[in-house]
């Protein structure tokens, strides 16, 4: 893990990014303390695919009458 300070990555950003995109950790310190960490994005999580809800939905009551009525306004 790499440690490097806000001003460096104030200096230096691009540089801790492409590393960080290459696999990279980096922990950002402020006056010798971890403050934060600069890590890749995992691929798992941006191809996550939402539930099926279906299933769900047709286990709700089923209303009488037309449910967009309340939406129709007397003018």
């Known amino acids: 893990m790499k440690k490097v ?5 104030h200096i230096r950003t691009s540089e801790f990014v492409r590393e ?3 696999g990279a ?3 950002i310190e402020r006056r010798g303390e971890p403050v ?9 999580s941006a ?3 939402l539930p099926d809800l279906s299933r769900l939905w047709r286990r709700f009551p089923q209303v009488a009458g037309d ?3 309340f ?3 007397d003018r």
Do not use: H
Not at 36 to 44: F, G, Q, T, V
């Open 36 to 44: 934060a960490e600069l890590r890749p994005i995992s691929r798992k």
């Open 71 to 73: 939406l129709e306004e």
């Open 25 to 27: 950790v980096i922990r």
């Open 20 to 22: 960080a995109a290459e």
């Open 47 to 49: 191809t996550r695919q």
């Open 67 to 69: 449910s967009g009525r």
């Open 5 to 9: 300070s806000v001003r460096d990555l």
